[in-house]
């Protein structure tokens, strides 16, 4: 069996064009490099290198070997070089839930630039409401979920990642639109319209918090409609909506976005990410470690992988 070690001997000494040469770009001793060669000879029963005074030339077998030698190499460079990337994060593949918009925002940006820093990772997007979410990180469909909030489950890592301004989607013509700045109390008496899916059940709840009051709720209608429709809607009037700034990204005619205001500031709603404890995937640890610089956050605990853990001694 010829090793790889002799195999870059061989093509060293092939190159150099002498084995003092070649012994000399390698480090090591000139007798050494040529015990090896010629143990590979005996091996291989030709001879390969014509010995001269002046240098050392290929036979025209060793030629020939050398050839399909260089190949081999080069391949096993490629293959050594691939292992290590997916090894440590820098290929393979990355499947990452959500249901916020894609077309804007920090979950568009975040992907983007990912994508861009990491162009062996295929990246795969899903669009899903929660349960279905979480369901796909429990049977291992997904490998990351980017959800609204930062509601804890059993099982699951999670950690928060950024947030986003909230914004009141009305109709051009309505007499809000005017205003720079526009407070929860402004929207007292409007009739809102959301979506039955995520995030439209989140967004009620935010709503009845924040307009809620004795004697008064705020006058809600869900419909089984996407995010881009419920804007369609919008723009033909009766109806003002709460959405994220990510929303920013659907260009719908008709349609203008305010920002909603507290009394300290504009009103934000946290992303976080959630994740399974045992999984492996080196690119999900590249991803979390990536969020963590990009937004400035502390260190990100991420579990080591079952292999590693299991090398572990007690103690």
């Keep these: 069996m010829i090793e790889l070690r002799q195999l870059r001997y061989l093509v060293a000494a092939a190159e150099a064009g002498s084995f003092s040469r070649a012994a000399r770009n390698l480090n090591i001793k000139q007798p050494t490099l040529s015990r090896y060669i010629l143990e590979t000879e005996k091996r291989l029963g030709m001879v390969l290198f014509d010995r001269k005074t002046r240098g ?139 979506t039955e899916r995520d995030p439209g059940p989140e967004t009620r709840n935010m709503l009845l918090g924040k307009l809620g009051m004795p004697g008064y709720s705020p006058e809600i209608d869900m419909d089984d409609i996407r995010r881009d429709t419920a804007l369609s809607v919008i723009a033909l009037g009766g109806h003002i909506s709460i959405v994220a700034e990510s929303a920013l990204g659907i260009h719908v005619p008709g349609v203008v976005f305010r920002e909603v205001h507290e009394t ?24 979390l470690a990536f969020v963590t610089a990009r937004y400035s956050m502390p260190s990100v605990p991420v579990p080591q992988p079952l292999s590693q853990q299991a090398g572990k001694e007690p103690s």
């Design 56 to 194: 050392a030339t290929l036979t025209a077998n060793g030629a020939t070997y050398l050839r399909v030698a260089k190949r081999i190499m080069k391949e096993w460079d490629e293959l050594d070089a691939w292992v290590s990337a997916t090894t440590n994060g820098y290929a393979g593949k990355l499947a990452v839930g959500f249901y916020t918009s894609l077309s804007a925002g920090n979950l568009r940006a975040t992907l983007s630039e990912f994508g861009e820093r990491h162009r062996d990772v295929k990246l795969r997007g899903f669009e899903r409401d929660r349960d279905m979410l979480l369901a796909g990180i429990e049977n291992g469909l997904l490998d990351i979920a980017i959800m609204i909030g930062d509601t804890p489950y059993p099982g699951l890592m999670s950690r928060s990642f950024w947030s986003e301004r909230v914004l009141v989607a009305m109709p051009e013509s309505h007499s809000l639109a005017t205003r720079e700045r526009i407070h929860w109390t402004d929207l007292t008496g409007e009739r809102f319209l959301l």
């Design 264 to 287: 300290n500031g504009h009103t934000r709603i946290g992303f976080s990410g959630y994740w399974r404890e045992d999984n492996e995937n080196p690119v999900l640890r590249r991803f």
